[in-house]
């Protein structure tokens, strides 16, 4: 399979894009790397600094020339014309969509994460074949508002059903501690 994966490339630490290629590529998959971002490190660290990809939409545009392109992985967005560029190429494109939102972890958004980022991730989610959120990102996603660590199975499948009513097909919520108990009633539902 030939996948095109949109994702920020980190510099520091073998996270992100550089982790995409490897594991996609040693699964036997023909990848193509865009970055939509370029950080010195993640955000963890202290004074990364960052710039957008330049030339983001001739490159993304060149690809598809010169591949036939069988599916494409999101992963890091943060800007309005990134994401712009990204949905225009997403309302046209007739293969798999796989959305792995970056937006937090451990009950908490991350430092850079902005109102307009889940904006964005609500508006591609119509577009998902999969979407791959850990819960935080999951409860940010649906406005679920509860506190994280009071969350149970219920709640988690309450989360998995409002993704569904946004339009995705399928959902695999990571990082909750019961999923090996809720991944049979994910797919159940879903299928």
Known sequence: MKILVFNDYCVVGNM????????????????????????????SY?????FAMPNFSE??????EIKKVDAIYIG???NEETFRIIKDILQKFKGKVILDTILGDNGVKYSGTTTEQITFYK???KFAD????NLTEAMLLTNYNKNFSEIEREDVE??????LEMGVK??????FEKIIYLIPYIFLKIQ
Do not use: C, W
Not at 16 to 43: C, D, R, W, Y
Not at 46 to 50: G, M, Q, T
């Open 123 to 125: 508006e591609l989610l």
């Open 76 to 78: 890091f967005i943060d």
């Open 16 to 43: 992100a894009l550089k982790a995409n290629i490897s594991v996609l590529s040693q699964n036997g998959h023909e990848v193509f790397g865009l970055p939509t971002k370029i950080f010195s490190s993640n955000m």
């Open 46 to 50: 202290k004074d990364y600094i960052s």
């Open 59 to 64: 490159i993304a545009k060149k690809i598809f």
């Open 130 to 133: 999969v979407v791959t959120p």
């Open 170 to 175: 399928r959902i695999i919520i990571k990082s």
């Open 158 to 163: 309450k989360i998995a059903k409002n993704l």
